[in-house]
């Protein structure tokens, strides 16, 4: 009896060996940050101010990713400052890119943001379980490059696997 004991918990060290090892290289890939011009965002949406575990917050990403779905559009959010530096507290416009003349009367506003030059970086579905990772690499980007970055992030939702983050560079 014992020695089967020793065995599954052999196996069980085996395995949790691979997942770190599985963990650590996937999170040691390097992730694709670029800069971008973009001809701008319209992104129709409703803006959400308040505790980032709100479940309104969770209903106007569930309601932006229902609308993409239907209308072959791109789930979007643009996030005004950062979570983590404000006790969870989070200011958001969460919403669907679309152009201005389609207007789904879903959504309560519309934001738009004006060509420019911007930060890209590429989510796949190996980060999604760790997306803080991207805005830190991002910062480092911009830092290594004398970039001055804006104050606010744009998150493009393309589907399950695949995200895009912009930030704004500021012209100097």
């Given at each position: ?47 959400f101010e308040g505790d980032w575990k ?32 404000d006790d969870g507290f989070i200011k ?10 389609e207007l789904n009367p879903v959504f ?65």
């Amino acid at each position: 009896m014992r020695v089967s004991n020793k065995f599954i918990l052999i196996g069980i060290a085996v395995i949790l060996a691979f997942v770190a090892i599985y963990q650590y290289l996937k999170t040691s890939t390097p992730l694709e940050i670029e800069i971008k011009n973009t001809n701008g965002f319209v992104v129709q949406g409703n803006y959400f101010e308040g505790d980032w575990k709100d479940d309104q917050i969770k209903k106007n990403h569930l309601l932006a990713d229902s609308i993409a779905k239907q209308k072959g559009l791109i789930s979007t959010a643009i996030y005004y400052n950062d979570p983590n530096e404000d006790d969870g507290f989070i200011k958001a416009f969460i919403g669907v890119n679309a152009p201005k003349d389609e207007l789904n009367p879903v959504f309560e506003e519309i934001r738009i943001i004006e060509k420019g030059s911007f930060l890209s970086g590429k989510i796949s579905n190996d980060y999604f379980s760790i997306p803080q990772r991207i805005y830190l690499e991002m910062e480092d980007f911009a830092k290594d490059k004398s970039i001055e970055i804006g104050e606010f992030s744009i998150e493009q939702y393309f589907s399950d696997t695949l995200m895009y983050v912009y930030i704004p560079i500021v012209s100097k």
